[in-house]
């Protein structure tokens, strides 16, 4: 067997360095096989969960990370976050089930240059690492492109846009994880965070949601497509 080593020195001094994340072993194979084949491009790493993919991104600093939204132990927004701020010179491209405004406008502002479609073709996904390795943004076709439309300020524009939309970044992030089921406490260790603060947070997703109660505001998570669960 060919190691990935070895199949990277077969490439191009210039192709770009492409790291997998996902937690489907048949998946990364599937892409790891796909990529390698294409003169522009070279798979050095995989990960298979959200830790993981920060610590080996932070390790072999890929050109490109391909970033399953939904992994487990760090979600891949978050890891997309973690590894913009670490390191923006990496390009994420975010693959995803969900299509929703809300939801796109999340992965986005954690910094990924690219958002697909797990149904996606994998010519697609080709002409997303071109694009975001020239610089660039891709969205899926089946995407509106209005979803990547807001304020540098890190709150959205108000006007026609949904209730999530309205939110800053890290009340989404505390919507998320009460999705999740966490308590204040795990919220506040997992964000580094004071307890009061998470409260805060609560509160003003509430106020901005209509919503009252945890329960009410997990269901609202799933019919938006934010929660992870």
């Known amino acids: 067997m060919v190691s990935i080593v070895d199949r990277a020195e077969k490439k191009s001094a210039a192709a770009k360095r492409v790291m997998i994340a996902d937690d489907h072993q048949i998946l990364r194979d599937g892409l790891r096989a796909l990529i390698d084949k294409h ?58 089930m969900h299509a929703t405004r809300a939801y796109v406008l999340q992965v986005l502002q954690a910094g990924a240059s690219a958002y697909l479609l797990k149904d996606s073709a994998f010519e697609e996904l080709i002409t997303a690492l071109v694009t975001v390795g020239k610089g660039g943004m891709y969205l899926s076709p089946s ?61 003003q997703i509430m106020d901005k949601l209509g919503i009252r109660t945890t329960a009410g505001l997990t269901k609202y998570c799933i019919r938006e497509g934010l929660s992870l669960l």
């Open 39 to 96: 003169p522009n491009f070279e798979c050095v790493a995989e990960a298979g969960d959200g830790a993981q993919a920060i610590k080996t991104a932070n390790e072999l600093h890929p050109d490109i990370v391909i970033m399953d939204i939904m992994l487990p132990n760090i979600n891949g927004i978050e890891a997309t976050r973690q590894i913009k701020a670490a390191q923006p010179e990496i390009e994420i491209v975010a693959l995803s």
């Open 143 to 203: 995407i509106t492109n209005a979803a990547a439309l807001g304020e540098g300020s890190g709150r959205l524009a108000p006007k026609g846009l949904t209730h999530a939309e309205r939110l800053t970044r890290r009340e989404l992030q505390v919507l998320q994880l009460i999705a999740d089921g966490k308590s204040t406490k795990e919220i506040a260790a997992s964000l580094n965070v004071s307890v009061k603060t998470v409260e805060t947070h609560r509160k």
